[in-house]
Antibody, heavy 117, light 110 residues
Framework: QVQLQESGPGLVKPSETLSLTCSVS?????????WGWIRQPPGKGLEWIAN???????YYNPSLRSRVTISVDTSKNQLSLKLTSVTAADTAVYYC??????????WGQGTLVTVSS | NFMLTQPHSVSESPGKTVTISCTRS????????VQWYQQRPGSSPTTVIY?????PSGVPDRFSGSIDSSSNSASLTIFGLKTEDEADYYC?????????FGGGTKLTVL
């Protein structure tokens, strides 16, 4: 079965760059589907960040586009997220997920990233 | 871009039926599929409805999805509520290469 696992620093300083990796097991990213990142600030709702296809085709949330880069490494079966110039508002649980045409499924367990000095 | 608006919270008793609405701010609700996710405390979201009214395998048939073009909204109905249904529920759709989530509805079963 497909499993996703996010990893990365749990604490990032303001103005720095947040970098996360999502390792996929049980399915080859190269086989198809889009893959995405979604975040959830503590106690708040879900916000879509970006999607990427194994070929590199990307879609970004317009409100975050200027600060976000999503990428995929098919040799490692991983996708990555970079978010620049972070502020406290970027504190959230970050999820990666497979986009099954319409729905995001499955999701990783999520990783909490706190932006603080 | 459009928004999806959900009630902040709903509550109902075990065994009863509850409906959660998701209203699209612009564009037709019928133009792009709507999905529903359940998120229990401390867990990742899971799909309970996709493509308006389809249930993934393993989701009980107590969960039902529909749309109402007259109100430009989608709805998630849960029949025969169980305490285990207590969770946050999010609707999600997309348009113009932009994926949008509703703000979420906290369902309390008491």
């Amino acid at each position: 079965q497909v499993q996703l696992q996010e990893s990365g620093p749990g604490l990032v300083k303001p103005s720095e760059t947040l970098s996360l990796t999502c390792s996929v097991s049980g399915y080859s990213i190269s086989s198809g589907h889009y893959w995405g990142w979604i975040r959830q600030p503590p106690g708040k709702g879900l916000e879509w960040i970006a999607n990427i296809y194994h070929s590199g085709s990307t879609y970004y949330n317009p409100s975050l586009r200027s600060r976000v880069t999503i990428s995929v490494d098919t040799s490692k079966n991983q996708l990555s997220l970079k978010l620049t110039s972070v502020t406290a508002a970027d504190t959230a649980v970050y999820y990666c997920a497979r986009l099954m045409v319409r729905q995001f499924d499955p999701w990783g367990q999520g990783t909490l990233v706190t932006v603080s000095s | 871009n459009f928004m999806l608006t959900q009630p902040h919270s709903v509550s109902e008793s075990p065994g009863k039926t509850v409906t959660i609405s998701c209203t699209r701010s612009s564009g037709s609700i019928a133009s792009n599929y709507v999905q529903w996710y359940q998120q229990r405390p401390g867990s990742s979201p899971t799909t309970v409805i996709y493509e308006y009214d389809q249930r993934p395998s393993g989701v009980p048939d107590r969960f039902s999805g529909s749309i109402d073009s007259s109100s430009n909204s989608a709805s998630l109905t849960i029949f025969g509520l169980k305490t285990e249904d207590e969770a946050d529920y999010y609707c999600q759709s997309y348009d113009n290469s932009n994926w949008v989530f509703g703000g979420g509805t906290k369902l309390t079963v008491l």
